[in-house]
């Protein structure tokens, strides 16, 4: 498609990963990688540093927090590949589970 005065369009950038359409209600202006509701109850982290919880399920998505280790989190839902969502009183982002236990 051709812009004003016949000049080409720029295409929008692209959003980030794990992102499914705009939100203008989050920080991220996008709406959260949806989640399977199978997962809940409490985890707590394991690493022997503190862990990135990240905006997408996924190793490229942006850190939102850092939480310190031993940290109790409740689950929220779940993502393919080992990707729990987390948070305290609501979902915050995505840890793998292999930095929680049980």
């Given amino acids: 498609p051709r812009g004003p005065a016949g000049a080409p369009r720029r295409p929008p950038p692209p959003r980030p990963a794990g992102c499914r359409r705009p939100d203008p209600r989050s920080p991220w202006g ?3 990688w949806p989640a399977r509701a199978a ?3 409490t985890v707590t982290t394991t690493s022997a ?9 996924a190793g490229g998505g942006a850190v939102v ?6 940290s109790l989190l409740r689950v929220f839902g779940e ?13 915050i982002g995505w840890l793998h589970r292999s930095m929680l236990e049980r």
């Fill in 30 to 32: 996008v709406a959260p």
């Fill in 39 to 41: 997962a809940s109850g």
């Fill in 49 to 57: 540093h503190p862990v990135n919880v990240r905006s997408s399920p």
């Fill in 65 to 70: 927090r850092v939480v310190p280790r031993a």
């Fill in 79 to 91: 993502a393919p590949g080992g990707w729990l969502q987390v948070g305290e009183e609501q979902p």
